[in-house]
């Protein structure tokens, strides 16, 4: 019989409201510091938008799919619209309102990260269409794999708080929706820089803080796992926004704002999937590699392989969800200074990467096929004009600055 339990409760819906403030408003700031100046609110909105529409989709059926039922590859209907969900209800030892509030909070944000790949040339219809067909035919399913008692988890996949339930799937779902898009005007040559660099600080600062609730909630209790979840969270992040600012100072000779923030973004993503499992050392590791690699594969992803993932949601996130998800299995053991008993490295290795494999060729499929019936229902790209004059007055009929 599960009991709630006060304290866990308490910590669980703080973490929740801290999760939101990651949409609401951090990487919507973020991502609207990133872009020209004319496309800074259509960034906004579409962050903003996406949050309102997951947060119905979740009710209405993305809770279900994923936390419902003893299926291996997709829960059941037994709860949508909350049926059968009452104050008293216990999910564990929390009211599983409150679980169900909490996770719906990764279903916002995991939708809002794909923004990064499309802004400044997408519809906004399209924006609608394709978050919300990902979220329940994509998200969902997914989820249920790794959290909801799926084949995954049967396997004993480790991926504390998203690594690839959220960072991998988002990142490959940028990729995939950014090659199909096609690039931005004047890439890569001639693609403007953050147009606001004060907003690019103040959201990745929100997102900072509210990664605290990301992980730490995560330990769904009021405990010493979630308090070394948020230490680890932090230094990951600290490690890998020095080892960013570090790179860029040696190679152009100016460290930046906003590669500091961006770096951190990349150790924050990093360190996700392995919050739960590893220790401080093991943190400072993650965070190196993030820094290190995310920097590189950012050039990679836009100069080498020529795809206008604009925001650099892959490099970032799914690179990051990449990393973090392996070395989980490594980091994670006694021996390396993590927290999981008696963890075989090997078996666990490769459990960790036929959930990469997995989740990434799922991801990849699922997103090729939404994006293209989207396509055929509304078309996918706004006019050259449109994109010329900025998407804050082609499409939205505002302005983010009167001066």
């Not at 939101?20 to 510091?33: D, H």
């Not at 035919?137 to 008692?149: K, R």
């Not at 990469?356 to 096929?369: E, H, L, M, Q």
């Amino acid at each position: 019989m599960d009991t709630i339990v006060g304290a866990d409760t308490a910590w669980i819906l703080t973490a929740t409201a801290l999760v939101l403030l990651m949409t609401l408003p951090g990487l919507a700031l973020f991502y609207g510091g990133l872009v020209k100046s004319n496309n800074v609110l259509s960034a906004l909105l579409q962050c903003f938008a996406i949050a309102c529409l997951a947060s119905i989709l979740w009710l209405v059926g993305g809770y279900s799919l994923a936390f419902s039922g003893d299926g291996n590859y997709i829960g059941d209907l037994s709860k949508v619209f909350l049926l059968g969900v009452g104050t008293d209800t216990a999910s564990g030892n929390l009211p599983e309102g409150v679980f169900f509030m909490f996770q719906m909070t990764f279903a916002i944000i995991t939708p809002a990260l794909i923004v990064g790949a499309y802004v400044e040339r997408i519809k906004f219809s399209a924006v609608l269409w394709i978050s919300g067909l990902w979220l329940l035919l994509v998200y969902a399913p997914v989820t249920h794999w790794i959290w909801g008692g799926g084949w995954l988890a049967q396997m004993g996949i480790q991926d504390f708080a998203g690594g690839l339930v959220v960072h991998l799937n988002c990142g490959v779902a940028a990729l995939v929706i950014a090659k199909i898009l096609g690039s931005r005007k004047g890439f890569p040559g001639d693609v403007k820089p953050p147009h606001s660099p004060p907003l690019v600080m103040v959201g990745a600062a929100m997102l900072w803080v509210g990664w605290f609730g990301f992980n730490g909630g995560s330990a769904l209790a009021a405990d010493g796992a979630a308090g070394m979840a948020i230490t680890v969270t932090h230094v990951s992040a600290a490690t890998a926004a020095l080892t960013w600012m570090f790179i860029e100072w040696i190679k152009h000779g100016k460290p930046t704002i906003v590669g500091a923030a961006t770096g951190a973004i990349a150790g924050l993503a990093t360190i996700t999937p392995a919050s739960g499992f590893v220790g401080p050392i093991g943190a400072l590791i993650i965070g190196f590699l993030a820094g290190s690699i995310c920097y590189k594969m950012c050039g990679v992803i836009k100069n080498q392989w020529n795809i206008d993932d604009s925001l650099d949601v892959m490099a970032v996130h799914g690179i990051g969800g990449i990393i973090g998800t392996l070395l989980t299995a490594v980091l994670g053991a006694k021996a390396f200074g993590g927290m999981v008993e008696n963890q075989d490295i090997g078996s666990q290795f490769i459990t960790q990467l036929i959930g990469v494999v997995a989740v990434g060729v799922f991801c990849g499929v699922v997103t090729w096929i939404i994006v293209m019936v989207v396509k055929q229902i509304c078309g996918l790209r706004v006019s050259d004009d449109e994109e010329t004059e900025g998407l804050d007055t082609s499409v939205h009929g505002e302005k983010g600055y009167r001066l």
